[in-house]
């Protein structure tokens, strides 16, 4: 029995189960709490649901002396200060899986929009008006079919990105910490060290979580290793691309397009991306289907109902403060 602190709107059905579980919900009706309510109402709060935009910080934490579980609606935790948290023997979970093929879906409709040039058509069609069919269209782009795409971070969102490119005939190679020989063998995946996969592919899908090590990992050098014809696409966090880098190069045509789906200081958009016709922008919708949000919610009430009830929760990212029973 606690007070559960839910930074965002949330589900009814989610609501009803944690107030079936004995739990007091506070939740926005609409939209999300500002962070100086999230910081004011922590205060007296034994579990947090937060988005990614939240920051889970030393400020925060020290405000909360009575929280015993952390939830973030989303697999990736950088938003998370995740030694704060274990120093305090606080459990932090997130949403694996559930996620996945829902998030490669949107990085291969942002890839196939990129190539087609979808956005920039649809546009151009709804101000100028459809001129009728012409042989050399302003808005020839490149195939996709048969050609070669990069999966650089070969886990749960990369690896469903690679299997679709098999449905493509792609050549697929990929990049990640350690060698997956079983997954090489099973869709027919080539290892590349980040050089050579950035030279040899046409498409460029990032899907690593950010860390130290990734941020930037995409600057301007390896910019410039890339194919002038070549397309990245960023479904993981902004800042594992230099964004104002990244300008650049779509200006001077260092590389033909890119698909955003991440930002580096969301919710801003670096400005000089935003007149460019050569890139596709979507607000962080990865993970935004009704069903996938919907698994999502359940996953993290359902962890935050398993801590206060002293159970060890599915999906536990620290589990060193862990030590309920
Ligand atoms: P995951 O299963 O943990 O996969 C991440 C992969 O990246 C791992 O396989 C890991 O390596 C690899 N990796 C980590 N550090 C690396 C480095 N320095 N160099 C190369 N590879 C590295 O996570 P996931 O579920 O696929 O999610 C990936 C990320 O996508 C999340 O962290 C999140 O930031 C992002 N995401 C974005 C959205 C969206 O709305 N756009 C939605 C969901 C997730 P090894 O396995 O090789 O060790």
Not at 34 to 39: A, S
Not at 157 to 181: D, E, Q
Not at 314 to 325: D, I, R
Request: hydrophobic share 45%; proline share 6%; with cysteine.
């Amino acid at each position: 029995m606690g007070k559960v602190l839910i930074t965002t709107e949330m589900f009814p059905e989610e609501l009803e189960r944690l107030a079936d579980a004995g739990h007091r919900v506070e939740a926005p009706e609409r939209g999300r709490f500002p962070r100086e309510e999230i910081l004011d109402r922590i205060r007296d709060a034994d579990a947090l649901i937060c988005l990614l935009s939240d920051r889970v910080d030393e400020e925060l934490l020290a405000r909360a002396p009575r929280l015993k579980a952390v939830a973030n609606l989303g697999v990736g935790v950088d938003n998370i200060d995740l030694a704060a948290a274990t120093r305090r023997g606080i459990p932090v979970t997130n949403t694996p899986e559930v996620l996945t093929e829902t998030t490669a879906d949107l990085g291969w409709a942002l890839l196939m929009a990129a190539a087609r040039r979808v956005v920039e058509a649809d546009r151009d069609l709804r101000e100028k008006g459809f001129p009728g069919w012409t042989f050399i269209p302003p808005h020839l782009g490149v195939d996709v079919y048969g050609r070669t795409l990069g999966v650089v971070g070969l886990g749960r969102i990369g690896t469903a990105v690679a299997r679709r490119g098999r449905g493509f005939c792609m050549r697929v190679l990929y990049h990640s910490r350690t060698r997956k020989p079983e997954l090489e063998r099973e869709l027919g995946l080539e290892y590349a060290p980040l050089d050579r996969l950035l030279s040899e592919s046409d498409f460029v899908v990032l899907t690593v979580p950010l860390t130290p090590e990734t941020r930037h990992l995409i600057g301007e050098r390896e910019l410039k290793l890339m194919k002038r014809d070549a397309v990245l696409v960023n479904i993981a966090r902004g800042p594992v691309v230099d964004e104002a880098a990244l300008a650049r190069a779509l200006k001077g045509g260092t590389i033909r397009a890119a698909a955003l789906d991440v930002f580096e200081r969301e919710p801003e958009v670096h400005p000089e991306l935003l007149p460019l016709r050569n890139v596709v922008l979507t607000p962080h919708i990865g993970s935004a289907t009704w069903a996938t949000r919907r698994k999502m919610a359940e996953l993290a009430v359902g962890s935050v109902i398993d801590v206060l009830a002293g159970r060890r929760p599915p999906n536990l990212v620290n589990p060193q403060a862990w030590k309920g029973t």
